[in-house]
């Protein structure tokens, strides 16, 4: 059986993704900062551990209990909506800490077994907002680039060695915690200048009422997970969700 290590699993497309590979029959270790086991299913194949992707210490205890993993996925993040001027120094260490280097954290902690086999995947869950600037999003937007741009290196650096790289990019799905998430933290910021203050009204309120596309269903982002995978022919760059196709050209 083989076992896939998910992070980010207590809501959204982690929790989603962790459910369809426990009913595709896979053995899945679903992390998160705060382990809740009536989030998932009770079932031999699931074990639920806790991490938070911006402690080392976290990360490196999580891998070591694990065992054999064929496939990790990293789609543990957090959001930012804020003119780069009104982002505080703490935020943006911690949106890079969480987003950027957690994930390669992650990755450095699989790769000597992966590399011991001569098999394994990883998925990295980066964004669409890497294929269109967007207003107050560029902090978000460069660690999520970077995170592109480390997978396209990194894929090439392992392919050799048998280990498969992938970028899924989600597209804006609105019925995941994630983008309230965003916003709820922006509100909570006070360091955005007066000058920006309704220029940023406006951008909130198109997040918060988005139209003239057809945004992304998190079964899209899963199925994309799931092909990166289990489809050793997949792309290296994966967009989910229509909004995110369209983006991609």
């Known amino acids: 059986m083989s076992t896939v290590l998910i992070t980010g699993c207590s809501s959204g497309f982690g929790l989603d993704t962790a459910r369809y590979f426990l009913e595709n029959g896979w053995s899945v270790i679903a992390t998160m900062r705060k382990p809740d086991a009536a989030l998932l299913p009770s079932s031999d194949q699931l074990r639920i551990l806790p991490v938070d992707v911006s402690d080392k210490a976290s990360i490196a205890s999580a891998i070591e209990a694990t065992g054999e993993i064929d496939a990790l996925v990293n ?49 990295n869950v980066s964004s669409s907002v890497t294929l269109k600037p967007l207003p107050i999003a560029s902090v978000y937007t ?11 290196c990194l894929a090439l650096e392992l392919a050799p060695l048998g280990i498969r790289s992938h970028i899924v990019l989600p597209g804006q799905a609105p019925t995941t915690s994630f983008g309230k998430n965003a916003m709820s933290l922006m509100a909570q910021s006070s360091d955005t200048p007066e000058d920006y203050k309704d220029f940023v009204a406006q951008i909130m309120q198109a997040f918060r009422e988005p139209s003239g596309k057809e945004l992304t269903k998190p079964k899209s982002v899963v199925e994309a997970i799931w092909n990166a995978v289990t489809d050793s022919n997949s792309p290296l760059r994966i967009p989910a969700g229509k909004d995110a196709v369209a983006l991609a050209g």
């Open 142 to 152: 460069a660690s999520k680039a970077a995170v592109n741009a480390f997978t396209e």
């Open 75 to 123: 789609n543990a993040g957090v959001g930012w909506l804020s003119p780069f001027e009104g982002t505080s120094d703490e935020n943006l260490r911690r949106i890079f800490e969480t987003n950027t280097f957690g994930l390669m954290e992650m990755i450095r902690g699989v790769l000597p077994q992966m590399r011991a086999r001569g098999a394994g995947v990883i998925v």
